[in-house]
């Protein structure tokens, strides 16, 4: 008699999704609800006013930048300040549409394995030699 290991501890059979031990851990996870949060947040109204308010700002740090081209040390400083804001703004809109993706992959695969375990095995079958 064989001893069956978690999938989790072992890694997915190809094509499933990743199991969260495996995942990249350079990246945040967030709960299911946060990323339900994020996914309907990302493309709102609300996200796209707090997108044009953050490149108001944005372009405020990189005038006042221009502004102190006489004065070596202020501009250096503001420059520092203006590309570290840049930064991180595109680093969260790069991760928002990377939790987004993730989230629409991980419905997306809960759709098609729903779909799966409704379809009779004949069926399945059926399918495959399509």
């Known amino acids: 008699m064989a001893i069956e290991t978690p999938e989790f501890e072992t890694g997915p059979v190809a094509g499933l999704q990743i199991p969260i031990k495996m995942r990249d851990p350079r990246f ?18 609300a996200y796209l006013v707090w997108q044009k308010l953050s490149e108001g700002e944005l372009e405020k740090l990189e005038t006042t930048h221009f502004n102190h081209w006489k004065e070596e ?9 203006a ?5 991180y703004f595109e680093k969260i809109q790069q991760e928002c549409q990377r ?6 992959g991980e419905v997306e695969f809960a759709k098609q394995k729903k779909e799966l ?8 079958v059926k399918k495959e030699f399509k």
Do not use: C, H, N
Not at 30 to 40: D, F, G, M, P, Y
Not at 73 to 81: D, M, P, S, V, Y
Not at 83 to 87: D, G, I, N, Q
């Open 28 to 45: 945040l996870q967030l709960t299911a609800q946060e990323k339900i949060v994020i996914a309907q947040w990302y493309g709102s109204p």
């Open 73 to 81: 040390e202020a501009f250096q400083r503001t420059g520092l300040i």
């Open 83 to 87: 590309v570290s804001a840049r930064l």
């Open 99 to 104: 939790q987004v993706e993730e989230f629409s």
């Open 117 to 124: 375990l409704q379809t009779s095995l004949e069926d399945q």
